[in-house]
């Protein structure tokens, strides 16, 4: 009797068994090489697809009933050894079902059943090519960069894994070398995989792919479901050498794979934080090892975790130091913030000053304010209360145009009430800034001004065409941005950055809010150093000796690490530990804080029988305590990789009350 053994895409960790129907013995070529295709089951009385991951043969019995599936769905295996083998690693590492984990690797129309099945034969797909008339473009490369392909390249040949970590001085100097291994890997006949953390970032390596004649596609969020499944079958089938994306990217189904590449390595949106998650550096390693290829992690300011590993030889350091275009970073002033002068103006007199400078000779500035909105906080002055989300522990941010409350965590709208909605009192508050208040404080200072916001919500309302044409065409004189701009755009006739809120990443409950404060001023001077004009860098803070800063300033990365290093190993954070972040949540209250401390309990007795090495902190309250209705506690845990694994299936074991959720997150940055 022929039993077919499935992975079903469900929370349950386990695979379950069926029947073949009759037309896996009426169509002999079902019979061979039956693992990795599709099949249509009952389950719980739904229609669901599962995965074929074994055929087994057993003797015929009365005991066990089986049902047969309903139909066979691929003439062909879609998925891997290799990719049930990294789902079995997923699902053991980041504390998800093996079933979730499957679906990180399989494109959306491939995963539902009530979906036409898409005839790729028949859809028109366009392969990113360069018309035959343009000349493949020839790269200079100086004596540093010469051997770093060198060494890269003779791993890549000799099919051997390894990894590098290219900590460059500027971009161009990283890409150059980007380029010719991923020309060496062409030449073999092996895939790449680029990885950039953000889409907009796509765009300048698909020109330079063009100038190589390269076939390649694109992979990101921005795609169709459709193109992602054409994109799935030419990988797979070897029509395609390179994959350019985001994340999600570095599951793309090449069975010869011979190089990925993750370009700003230290970006925290490299890890995945929902259900299944996972992060993109750690399952790079692992496909590289799985087909003797080659990982290169590429950064300006590379996260203390892969900088510790390249000092501690688990990783091949390659540093550059000199560049042949010598372009000169700009100069950083800090401008020390007294609340004093902001009970006024958000922006300093110095800063003001420079501003109007910079719009007198015609020429533009960019201002970064990680705040969205209008106003960021309302407060009724008589019953004292703060207007909050109805399903979070949040304040209600105002927008304007139309005048709207929003919550940047659940999504939620209000209309701005003309009375309290608690005391009926019209002695409302508005305090806080947001980019919408810096635009109309500027324009009360500066009558002609032109200002274009950027910004993801209000981006979002425009087609992105023509949001890049208002950029392009140089018709504004200042540019207000949140973070997600810091490298989406080159202004021709940018030459004063003021960046007014960093101190905003210091009241985050982050172990690394110090490395993102030096990446960030980094970054920024970095992505506009290609513009000839640019001058000045201008930082208004409280914090003016604040080390991340003052390091950031003189571009030193090397004082910056050794100064964080020692705070991590004091206070016993990663690259010294790994942590787990155990949250636990229900929508009561009482039941939440009950139960955490329930599991609180029973953790610290099993840490102590186990005789494991670990920290058990806790428990405390989220930084936000309520979000999207659910009440959240968490307890945190530091400790050997090992332990932590044995701790997490301890906790999947824990017997909870009804009505309470709890989540794991490993390589968890927010602790709050």
Not at 206 to 223: A, D, E
Not at 251 to 265: C, M, T, V, Y
Not at 448 to 469: A, E, G, Q, R
């Amino acid at each position: 009797m022929i039993v077919l053994e499935v992975i079903i895409p469900i929370k349950v960790n386990r695979s379950f068994y069926y029947l073949p129907n009759i037309n896996f013995f009426e169509k002999s070529k079902y019979i061979d090489n039956f693992v990795g295709r599709r099949v249509s089951v009952c389950f719980r009385n739904k229609v669901l697809i599962a995965y074929v991951i074994s055929c087994l043969f057993l003797k015929k019995t009365d005991n066990l009933k089986y049902k047969k599936v309903i139909s066979i769905i691929d003439d062909k295996p879609i998925i891997t050894t290799e990719i049930i083998k990294l789902a079995n690693y997923i699902s053991k590492n980041y504390f998800c079902s093996i079933g979730e984990a499957l679906t990180l690797s399989i494109p959306i129309h491939m995963r539902q059943y009530n979906i036409n099945r898409v005839n790729i034969k028949n859809k028109k797909s366009v392969l990113c090519t360069q018309s035959s008339n343009n000349d493949k473009k020839v790269i200079f490369l100086d004596k540093q960069q010469e051997n770093a392909v060198l060494k890269i390249n003779e791993k890549i040949k000799n099919n051997t894994y390894s990894s590098f970590l290219i900590h460059q001085v500027m971009s161009i100097s990283k890409v150059n070398i980007y380029m010719e291994i991923i020309k060496q890997t062409i030449s073999l006949g092996k895939g790449v995989i680029m990885l950039v953390p953000e889409i907009c970032l796509i765009t300048q390596f698909i020109n330079i792919f063009k100038s190589y004649k390269y076939v390649f596609k694109i992979w990101n969020s921005n795609i169709s479901n459709t193109e992602k499944y054409n994109t799935f079958y030419k990988v797979k089938n070897g029509k395609v050498n390179i994959v350019i994306g985001t994340r999600s990217a570095v599951f793309a189904p090449f069975r010869n794979l011979g190089i990925i590449i993750i370009d700003e390595e230290h970006s925290s949106i490299y890890k995945q934080n929902n259900k299944p998650e996972y992060d993109t550096r750690d399952i790079a390693i692992w496909r590289a090892k799985y087909h003797d290829a080659v990982v290169v992690f590429g950064s300006l300011t590379p996260s203390l975790e892969s900088y510790k590993y390249a000092l501690d030889n688990k990783i091949t350091l390659i540093k550059l130091k000199n560049s042949i275009y010598n372009t000169k970073f700009p100069k950083i002033k800090i401008l020390t913030v007294n609340n004093k002068l902001l009970r006024c103006s958000f922006f300093l007199p110095e800063t003001i000053k420079c501003i109007s400078n910079t719009i007198n000779k015609k020429e533009q500035v960019i201002i970064f304010f990680n705040r969205k909105g209008y106003l960021t906080t309302i407060i009724c002055t008589s019953c004292k209360k703060v207007y909050q989300c109805n399903n979070c522990s949040v304040s209600m941010v105002l927008h304007k145009d139309p005048d709207l409350l929003i919550c940047h965590y659940c999504g939620h709208i209000e209309r701005l009430p003309i009375t309290c909605k608690f005391c009926n009192s019209k002695n409302t508050t508005i305090f806080g800034f947001g980019i919408q208040k810096i635009e109309e404080e500027l324009k009360k200072i500066f009558k002609d001004i032109k200002i274009l916001l950027l910004d993801k919500h209000i981006v979002t309302k425009k087609k992105y065409n023509n949001f890049l044409n208002d950029i392009k065409e140089c018709n504004y004189n200042v540019f207000i941005s949140t973070e997600m701009t810091t490298k989406m755009y080159v202004l021709s006739k940018l030459s004063l950055v003021c960046i007014l809120d960093i101190d905003t990443f210091l009241a985050l409950p982050n172990f690394k809010v110090s490395e993102k404060i030096f990446q960030f001023i980094t970054k920024i001077a970095n992505n506009f150093h290609n513009n000839r004009l640019l001058n000045n860098i201008i930082i208004q803070t409280k914090y003016p000796d604040h080390y991340a800063i003052k390091c950031a300033k003189n571009y030193d990365y090397k004082s910056f690490f050794q100064l964080e290093m020692k705070h991590r190993e004091i206070f016993f954070y990663p690259p010294y530990c790994e942590i787990l972040k155990v949250l636990i949540r229900n929508k009561k209250n009482e039941r939440t804080i009950k139960d955490t401390k329930s599991l609180y309990l029973s953790l610290k007795d099993f840490v102590i029988k186990s005789n494991l090495k670990l920290k058990v902190l806790g428990p405390i309250t989220e930084y936000i305590h309520k979000l999207k209705n659910y009440y959240r506690e968490q307890i945190i845990i530091k400790g050997k990789k090992e332990d932590i694994l044995k701790v997490a299936e301890y906790i999947n074991k824990f017997k909870h009350l009804t009505g309470t959720s709890i989540y794991l997150e490993t390589y968890a940055y927010d602790l709050g």
